[in-house]
Nanobody
Framework: QVQLVESGGGLVPAGGSVRLSCAAS????????MGWFRQAPGKEREFVAAISWNGVTTTYARSVKGRFTISRDNAENTVSLQMSSLTPEDTAVYFC?????????????????WGQGTQVTVSS
């Protein structure tokens, strides 16, 4: 069974940092492009960052570029999102996702596997 489990969310002060992790079943992590998305209350789910299956290519939403870093460790079956210089606008539920087959890294619709999400709340 394909599983993605996020961890690392919580309450963070503005300007602070937090690291999210996503543990995935080996079947999907080592061969699949992975992404992080977020959904704030009353808003649509949006792309945050993504990384290719081999870690060579990364891409970020304009709103987080320079503040967030995505990485992966295929040996440990994990994908991480290091988030820094957080603002209240970063408050959302963050989801880890995997593509079942190669596609555009930023296309939400191309991600077929999703975790349950982890809440990140940034206090002002």
């Amino acid at each position: 069974q394909v599983q993605l489990v996020e961890s690392g969310g919580g309450l963070v002060p503005a300007g602070g940092s937090v690291r999210l992790s996503c543990a995935a079943s080996a079947l999907i992590l080592s061969n699949n492009n992975m992404g992080w998305f977020r959904q704030a209350p009353g808003k649509e789910r949006e792309f945050v960052a993504a990384i290719s299956w081999n870690g060579v290519t990364t891409t970020y939403a304009r709103s987080v570029k320079g503040r967030f870093t995505i990485s992966r460790d295929n040996a440990e079956n994990t994908v991480s999102l290091q988030m820094s210089s957080l603002t209240p606008e970063d408050t959302a539920v963050y989801f880890c996702a995997a593509q079942p087959r190669p596609s555009s890294l930023t296309n939400l619709g191309s991600y077929g596997y999703w975790g349950q999400g982890t809440q990140v709340t940034v206090s002002s």
